[in-house]
């Protein structure tokens, strides 16, 4: 028994799996940032890209 609350003490002291974890929730985190970027920027550079077709065949219709 002694030699099971040792092994237990000594697993919740270890921290270094806390570090991967950490760095691996802070790439997550980039990630969903970085998705919702991307995903922002398309949807007004579809807009954009709406107005300029519009405008073009606007002008090519004269």
């Not at 970027?37 to 077709?53: H, M, S």
Request: charged share 20%.
């Amino acid at each position: 028994m002694r030699k099971f609350t040792d092994m237990f003490k000594n697993l919740c002291r270890d921290d270094n799996g806390a570090t991967a974890i950490e760095y691996g929730l802070l790439a997550a985190l980039i990630s969903v940032v970085i998705i919702a970027a991307v995903q922002l920027i398309g949807t007004q550079l579809d807009v954009t890209f709406d107005k300029i077709g519009a405008a073009l065949q606007a002008a090519n219709a004269t």
